[in-house]
């Protein structure tokens, strides 16, 4: 069966660190991968896009990393502050997919002081 | 530029009742998408619309469920006769242009049903 998988533990870091976020997926071919950013009663903000072909993005504190092998994308915040603090979403569109996103339950973040 | 709209941000309905929760999508998009998020889980896809047509709809439930994008106005997402387990968030998103490497969905706020 499909299945994307992101840790349903929350993750505890301390301020400056690097906080680090996985998601798997299994039986999936994805084209492309997005990363979004989540606040309690609020919607999905997008962060971050990479697609099957490409192995690492950047965006100030932001990395992606996407390893179609491993079935594997890993999210990096580097210097993390406190308002890092929320729940990061990954999400995925199969090639031909059609631009439907399918995504993982989300890992919540919390950077403390 | 203002961003995607979704009203209202929360709806209380009784079982039995219809629920009509509206999108707007960014200026410039003509490309909506429905998500649905129930507590403790993840966002699941609904359907894919563009204007007067609907693109996907295999997330949505067979009965009770129907969404359309008119020509003009926003787009609809109708729940007829809810239920409880119809209470959940609500997500629109909109993007503007297909493309084969990929594309970003930009999502509103939300609309928070309750059925009681």
């Known amino acids: 069966s499909q299945k994307i998988e992101q840790n349903s533990e929350a993750l505890n870091i301390q301020e400056g660190k690097t906080a680090t976020l996985t998601c798997n997926y299994t039986?999936?071919?994805?084209?492309?991968l997005q990363w979004y950013r989540q606040d309690p009663g609020r919607g999905p903000v997008f962060l971050l896009l990479?697609?099957?072909?490409?192995k690492e993005k950047r965006k100030e504190r932001l990395k992606v990393t996407f390893d179609t092998t491993l079935k594997q994308s890993l999210f990096h915040i580097t210097a993390s502050q406190p308002a890092d603090s929320a729940t990061y979403l990954c999400?995925?569109?199969?090639?031909?997919?059609?631009?439907?996103?399918?995504f993982g339950t989300g890992t919540q973040l919390k950077v403390e002081l | 530029n203002a961003g995607v709209m979704q009203n209202p941000r929360h709806l209380v309905r009784r079982r039995g009742q219809e629920a009509r929760l509206r999108c707007s999508p960014m200026?410039?998009?003509?490309?909506v998408y429905w998500y649905r998020q129930l507590p403790e889980e993840g966002l699941k896809f609904m359907v894919y619309?563009?204007?007067?047509?609907?693109?996907?709809e295999s997330g949505m439930p067979k009965e009770r469920f129907s969404a359309e994008f008119p020509k003009e106005g926003p787009s609809i997402l109708r729940i007829q006769q809810v239920v409880r387990g119809d209470s959940a968030a609500y997500f629109c998103?909109?993007?503007?242009?297909?493309?084969?490497?990929?594309?970003?969905?930009?999502f509103g706020p939300g609309t928070r049903l309750t059925v009681l």
């Open positions: 999400a995925l569109e199969e090639t031909g997919g059609g631009n439907k996103l399918t």
């Open positions: 990479i697609r099957e072909n490409e």
């Open positions: 619309l563009q204007k007067e047509n609907i693109i996907d």
């Open positions: 039986n999936y071919s994805p084209a492309y």
């Open positions: 200026k410039g998009h003509s490309h």
């Open positions: 998103a909109s993007s503007d242009i297909i493309s084969p490497a990929g594309d970003t969905q930009y």
